[in-house]
């Protein structure tokens, strides 16, 4: 209490009266001195209390670094798992040192994820190509902008579908389909075809699909039906007349065992067929 008694009365007091003989002007008792008093013991004890946490926190840190500083030198392995680490601290602190001397060992996996934190996205691409690392370098040279060229090493990986939607994506449908028709996948390279409005190719490459699915009902079912809609989507004037009847006859077939009759009679007439139209019609007209 004497202390208390000391600190409100005797030191406090003290620094009320040198205030106000500086301002010359005099607090009003009891509650001008009072809320002072307490303004100051506020300040006081945030002042304390900065003191504290600054010698806080440099202890901590200081302990942190004895306690994260190895006494033993660290084995090869450690090394070999916290690589990737100090890699991209060199690469920070030094990257042209870093990509020379990792350019000179032939690490170019390691090359290419200093390229990436350098956000050099096209030197990656070669750096992880380099390293035969197709499907990433693809990802790398996609965010450069060198799409088309991100698309063939998709291929490399054996990505065909992911190359045709980077193509695609950047308006370049034939050429996906010429890629997917080098890589046998003739279904899909003529849809391709047929999109970039190259017709009599995309049912070339139709009707050589069609006769490897002879003894496959279900998968000459789903492609049959994919053609219909395609060819009904766009128009069917976009057949050329000579493949008319090559593509649109076996079409109708594969409706009149799916019971599509309405379709199949479509179909038929479409391609010339108006007897068989005909007489189609006039068998379920008797049943």
């Given at each position: 209490m004497k202390i208390f008694y000391w600190y409100w009365n005797d030191f406090l007091g003290k620094i009320i009266s040198k205030g106000e003989d500086i301002i010359g002007y005099e607090l009003i008792p009891p509650w001008g001195p009072i809320v002072v008093k307490g303004v100051i013991s506020f300040l006081i004890l945030l002042f304390f209390y900065e003191i504290y946490?600054?010698?806080?926190r440099f202890w901590r840190s200081r302990k942190f670094i004895s306690e994260s500083t190895p006494v033993i030198p660290p084995s090869s392995e450690t090394v070999d798992k916290q690589s990737e680490f100090i890699q991209q601290l060199e690469s920070l602190k030094a990257p042209q040192q870093t990509i020379e001397r990792l350019r000179k060992e032939r690490k170019y996996d390691q090359l290419g994820e200093v390229y990436v934190s350098m956000q050099k996205y096209k030197e990656a691409g070669w750096a992880f190509e380099k390293a035969g690392m197709f499907k990433r370098s693809a990802t790398e040279y996609a965010k450069a902008g060198k799409t088309e060229y991100a698309a063939k090493l998709l291929l490399k990986a054996n990505e065909p579908q992911q190359a045709v939607q980077l193509l695609v994506s950047i308006g370049k449908t034939k050429k996906a389909g010429r890629w997917l028709e080098k890589q046998g996948i003739l279904d899909t390279a003529g849809f391709l075809y047929w999109e970039a409005g190259y017709y009599k190719r995309a049912i070339w490459?139709?009707?050589?699909?069609?006769d490897k699915l002879s003894d496959k009902p279900q998968e000459k079912s789903v492609f049959f039906n994919k053609i219909i809609q395609q060819i009904y989507k766009d128009?069917?004037?976009?057949?050329?007349?000579?493949?008319?009847?090559?593509?649109?006859e076996p079409l109708s077939q594969q409706m009149i065992l799916e019971k599509r009759y309405d379709l199949a009679i479509d179909l038929l007439k479409n391609c010339g067929e108006h007897q068989k139209a005909q007489l189609l019609i006039q068998q379920l007209t008797k049943k």
């Open positions: 946490l600054r010698i806080s490459l139709w009707l050589k699909w069609m128009g069917i004037h976009n057949i050329p007349d000579a493949y008319k009847k090559s593509l649109l």
